[in-house]
């Protein structure tokens, strides 16, 4: 018995092969999909729900896959971020705040005066700001003297004390 196209087995076709064979029983092959056993002479709704099932998990997977990209992609920005926040704070005097002649710890009240004289334009000192914020930790204490240490040397720190 011929297989018409697009068209599939049913109980009654098998019954008519069987019939056509001389009353043998005509075996047909299975083979296994996912975790079912499954005939390729099937009812067409149960293949049908069987494939949209399989569809809908494959979308399912598809989003999961998409949700774990985007984490993936925020995680990496993240950590770039902290690495680049830690290597700032080891090197600050590589911070530009705007002062191109400006180099930190400053060694002279001269520097001073320059970067208090930079200081006055609204966007160097709202740079500086974020370069010393990058600077400070959690405890007020201990993010002053780091701060300090890395903005003066200890023979000007030593004149305003």
């Not at 966007?123 to 007020?140: C, G, I, Y």
């Amino acid at each position: 018995m011929k297989r018409k196209q697009e068209y599939l087995y049913n109980s009654v076709d098998m019954d008519v092969a069987e019939m056509q064979a001389g009353n043998s029983h005509v075996q047909y092959p299975k083979f296994r999909l996912f975790d079912k056993l499954v005939s390729p002479i099937a009812k067409l709704d149960r293949l049908h729900a069987m494939v949209e099932n399989i569809s809908s998990t494959m979308n399912d997977f598809s989003q999961t896959l998409q949700k774990m990209s985007t984490a993936i992609s925020d995680l990496s920005i993240n950590v770039k971020q902290l690495l680049s926040k830690s290597n700032e704070r080891e090197r600050p005097h590589q911070f530009d705040c705007g002062l191109s002649s400006q180099h930190f710890p400053l060694s002279s009240e001269e520097e001073l005066q320059m970067l208090d004289t930079g200081l006055s334009q609204k966007e160097t000192r709202d740079r500086f700001m974020a370069m010393v914020t990058r600077l400070s930790s959690d405890d007020p204490k201990t993010s002053m003297r780091f701060v300090l240490s890395h903005l003066l040397t200890p023979e000007v720190a030593s004149k305003f004390t």
